[in-house]
């Protein structure tokens, strides 16, 4: 009797076996052609554009990321706006100019350029409300810090006197107030240039007028008061400081509607390797970036419906290249508030070396290098003897040529000015 059921449930065995085996075969087959199918596929790609997105997500999250320091997260927020606008007038720039053009082909993940533009805006919307939302976090616990973006309503008497003797002195001279009539058309607005509207009536008659102001690009976006007896510092948007004296721009007049804009422009630039003179061809291509075909409208949400229409239709644009905005526009500008002077906010500063040779040769850093080659490893190592040994080789007259790759520059960079200085 054992040997008996011992026998069957060895054959047991055997059949389980032989299907395990059957399985497995099948499976690994099926496995095959999936990959197989998977080497043909566009999924096997992830879309540039969209990709992007993704990292500029990540500089977002490092906004709302509680354990850094609070300045540092309004950073952040900063970068990331800066980045997405960058991204909207290249990229996307980009991406429409091929939908105008009636280019069908498909990149590699598979996707048209409408289609790419489609799924683009859907990212860029949620991004920006994402921005927005930070934003609202991020002022609530400035405030708690005493750091305040103050409303207009929120000021008091004295600040309000200091405010007026500031816009004055500082603001009502750059200002230039143009009514819009055909007589006076509708002024250019450069890229990512911003500017207020205006509905006006006038106080004797009641006539109403349109009017515009255009933000100069080197006004500063936040009028910083002086500090309260409390020790809190208090900001104003440049739009709302404008808006308080609107008196002083147009006498005899009143805002009965207004909003703020701002454009981004198509900022592509496509070279031509065989151009004759390449720093003639770059020249003329980035002052055309200026005044590139406007791609994008951002409105605030508070500019009534007949404003928005009035701007839309003088800029040209169709209704799916104008973007409302429930929030502060231009979020970039909030790099402003990061200077002020917290550092129990800020990211302890962290010194970097200055290489040990050069410092042995008195700051001579060919004759350093003469003795052997350096490697300078960022940000460990100071940046500073990088703009040391441009200014040497700038002023030495046996330095014949200068080749350097300048990835990006600042308003201001020293890099610039000693070649220039080598030029001259």
Request: proline share 5%; with cysteine; charged share 25%.
């Amino acid at each position: 009797m054992d040997s008996a059921v011992e026998e069957e449930a060895t054959e047991g065995k055997r059949r389980k076996t032989g299907q395990t085996a059957g399985e497995t075969q099948s499976g690994a087959t099926e496995a095959g052609a999936a990959q197989a199918a998977l080497m043909d596929s566009p999924e096997r790609f992830v879309n540039r554009e969209l990709s992007w997105l993704e990292f500029n997500r990540r500089v977002l999250e490092e906004a709302q990321n509680p354990r850094n320091p609070l300045l540092e997260r309004v950073r952040f927020l900063s970068i990331s706006a800066n980045n997405l606008d960058v991204f909207l007038m290249v990229r996307v720039a980009g991406i429409i100019s091929q939908v105008n053009q009636g280019v069908e082909a498909r990149s590699a993940d598979g996707l048209t350029p409408r289609e790419q533009l489609v799924a683009v805006e859907q990212s860029v919307s949620e991004l920006q409300r994402d921005q927005q939302n930070a934003w609202v976090q991020l002022d609530m616990e400035l405030e708690k810090e005493g750091i305040i973006v103050a409303h207009p309503r929120e000021l008091g008497k004295v600040e309000r006197q200091w405010l007026e003797e500031h816009f004055m002195e500082s603001v009502f001279p750059v200002l230039t107030p143009l009514s819009i009539d055909p007589a006076h058309p509708f002024p250019f607005i450069p890229n990512l240039g911003s500017a207020l509207v205006f509905e006006l009536k006038a106080k004797s008659d009641g006539d109403t007028m349109l009017a515009m102001l255009r933000l100069p690009l080197g006004l500063r976006r936040f009028a910083q008061m002086p500090q309260r007896s409390s020790g809190k510092v208090v900001f104003l948007n440049i739009e709302d400081v404008v808006s308080m004296f609107i008196g002083k721009l147009f006498p005899g007049y009143e805002a009965v509607g207004s909003g703020n804009f701002r454009v981004i422009r198509d900022s592509d630039i496509e070279v031509e390797e065989e151009a004759e003179d390449l720093v003639r061809t770059f020249e003329t291509a980035l002052k055309r970036r200026r005044r590139g075909s406007v791609m994008r409208l951002e409105i605030d949400s508070g500019m009534p419906h007949n404003l928005q229409e009035f701007v839309s239709e003088e800029l040209g644009m169709n209704e799916s290249r104008v973007f409302v905005v429930d929030g502060m526009l231009a979020l970039h500008n909030l790099s402003e508030i990061v200077a002020i002077e917290r550092p129990e906010l800020k990211f302890e500063t962290y010194v970097p070396r200055f290489p040990e040779r050069i410092r042995e040769m008195h700051g001579d850093c060919l004759a350093a290098i003469h003795q052997k080659d350096i490697i300078v490893h960022h940000p460990y190592e100071s940046f500073d003897v990088v703009v040391q040994f441009v200014r040497q080789a700038a002023r030495d007259p046996d330095v014949v040529a200068i080749k350097q790759t300048l990835y990006r520059t600042s308003n201001d960079s020293p890099i610039v000015a000693a070649l220039i200085e080598a030029a001259e």
